[in-house]
């Protein structure tokens, strides 16, 4: 006969296998499927350059230019992504790089566009973008924010994160700061991980493991994009994505009912079978 430990043991163990989670593992993205698109020119302020390495694993922006994104050719929402940013050491200046989650092909001049912009800068400043913008100067905040962008916000909007009423055609209303990041800026030649889940009610930013922003609402699908305003010299690399997203791991059906009603019956058997025995003795 076989003795009864053995079996409640196997049975546990096959238990315990069937609550392995199912879940779709993370793939790496090729980037060379990716499309660069940048908004309307300001004075002085050219288009994104973004050069896809050979291998499809990273992307070099090297433009100091106007606000300029590279877009995903798969929807955002309902993912979790993860990769890495690093403004090069020698790069120039102190403004945004970043990423924006929602985007839709064509936003850039689109008046419905509604996305979420995730962005960090590295050092406070006053800037007026001047003609052909209408609206007047602003100051951007050091540090990692997220915002919601409608519309076609002017590059005033974008740098100083705000809502002019004298441009009613688009705007930036920001919704938190980072946690430990809010008020600290990047730095050159440094290598960051950032993770994202995206989901329609929530969004999480984590950079090098800590949690850095978790907001809820109501967001819109759209794609990941990579980010850069009046900033050059940005690698984005490393890229993966896991399609089922945040939460997909999950027991397999009927594994819970086998588990409960296998191993544990066995166990209660077990239980009242050596009560029996202490009884006879």
């Not at 300029?68 to 993860?82: K, M, N, P």
């Not at 984005?236 to 594994?255: I, K, L, Q, R």
């Not at 819970?256 to 058997?269: E, I, M, P």
Request: charged share 15%; with cysteine; proline share 6%.
């Amino acid at each position: 006969m076989f003795p009864l430990r053995r079996l409640v043991l196997v049975l546990a163990l096959l238990g315990a296998a069937n609550l392995v989670p199912a879940s779709a593992s993370a793939a790496p993205v090729d980037l060379h499927t990716w499309t660069a698109e940048s908004y309307p020119a300001v004075a002085g302020f050219n288009a994104g350059v973004w050069t896809v390495a050979p291998d499809g694993s990273a992307v070099f922006q090297s433009v100091n230019g106007q606000p300029t994104l590279f877009y995903s050719d798969f929807s955002a929402i309902g993912t979790e992504v993860r990769g890495r940013l690093r403004v090069s050491a020698g790069g120039g200046d102190d403004d945004f790089i970043g990423f924006a989650l929602g985007f839709r092909p064509g936003d850039t001049t689109n008046p419905a566009a509604d996305y979420l912009l995730v962005d960090w800068r590295r050092l406070t400043q006053f800037f007026d973008f001047g003609a052909p913008s209408t609206t007047p100067g602003t100051t951007a905040l050091q540090g990692l924010a997220v915002s919601r962008v409608t519309g076609i916000p002017t590059a005033d909007e974008f740098w100083g994160h705000t809502d002019f009423l004298s441009h009613p055609s688009g705007s930036l209303t920001e919704l938190a700061r980072g946690l430990t990041l809010g008020s600290t800026g990047w730095v050159f030649g440094q290598e960051y991980e950032f993770s994202f889940v995206f989901l329609a009610d929530r969004l999480q930013v984590s950079v090098d493991g800590v949690l850095q922003l978790d907001i809820s609402g109501s967001f819109s699908d759209g794609r990941l994009a990579f980010y850069n305003f009046s900033q050059d010299s940005v690698t984005y690399s490393g890229f993966t994505v896991d399609p089922a997203g945040p939460g997909s791991a999950v027991p397999e059906p009927g594994s819970l009912v086998l588990f409960g009603g296998g191993v544990l019956g066995v166990l209660c058997y077990s239980w009242r079978y050596r009560k029996r025995s202490f009884v006879r003795s």
